[in-house]
């Protein structure tokens, strides 16, 4: 039970690190995307307004909630075996 628990902690941070990284490249993927939206479109006023009102929206949006798949896929994975290894 102990290298289970700790197997789960260890796994645990590891993929924080990922969602992490995961995480910061996508928002700045889309702060990039936004800033060249700007300047494609040759938009006048507050720039970083028009920025913060992007990333607000992207904040909340489906995709950014799609990245707790790192979390979800490999524990999932992870009690699919030991299910199929224990009651098969």
């Not at 995307?33 to 006048?44: A, F, P, Q």
């Not at 307004?49 to 992207?58: D, H, P, S, V, W």
């Not at 790192?70 to 999932?76: D, E, K, Q, S």
């Amino acid at each position: 039970m102990f290298a289970f628990l700790r197997l789960f902690v260890l796994f645990s941070l590891v993929l924080t690190v990922i969602y992490g990284a995961v995480s910061l490249y996508s928002r700045e993927r889309r702060r990039a995307r936004l800033k060249r939206r700007w300047k494609d479109r040759g938009l006048t006023g507050d720039r970083q307004a028009f920025i913060q009102r992007g990333l607000y929206q992207y904040d909340r949006s489906f995709r950014r909630r799609l990245i707790l798949l790192v979390y979800i896929l490999p524990f999932g994975a992870i009690a699919l075996v030991i299910y199929l290894v224990n009651f098969r």
